[in-house]
């Protein structure tokens, strides 16, 4: 079991910055990746960003060369630092960690979403 605890999103104006932070407690050591998903009404759940335990990391189109993403493996955490916010960014940002298991390959574990809303 992983819990996942986020913190950061609010409420910003377009082109503005925020930071998103979620840490990890439980069996940590099942993590092979952490990432952020953002999901609006309606919608399916997206990829916003992944980080992979090699250090690779992959991002959505949308958000390339203004989000960023970075892990601190030591304190089981992962961030989203997200600049030249747009309204289409206005989502429910999730973190999630991909965990592995014997016999099973994946398993994700999800915090409880935090809104970002980017107002115009």
């Known amino acids: 079991q992983v819990e996942l605890e986020e913190s950061g999103g609010g409420l910003v104006q377009a082109g503005g910055s925020l930071r998103l932070s979620c840490v990890a407690s439980g069996r940590t050591s099942s993590i092979y990746a952490m990432a952020w998903y953002r999901q609006t009404a309606g919608e399916q759940r997206e990829l916003v960003a992944i980080s992979n335990n090699d250090g690779s990391t992959i991002y959505a189109d949308g958000v390339k060369g203004r989000f960023i993403i970075t892990r601190d493996n030591a304190k089981n955490m992962v961030d989203l630092q997200m600049n030249s916010l747009k309204p289409d960014d206005t989502a429910v940002y999730y973190c999630?960690?991909?965990?592995?298991?014997?016999?099973?390959?994946?398993?994700?574990?999800w915090g409880q979403g935090t809104q970002v809303t980017v107002s115009s």
């Open positions: 999630c960690a991909r965990t592995a298991f014997p016999g099973v390959l994946r398993y994700d574990y």
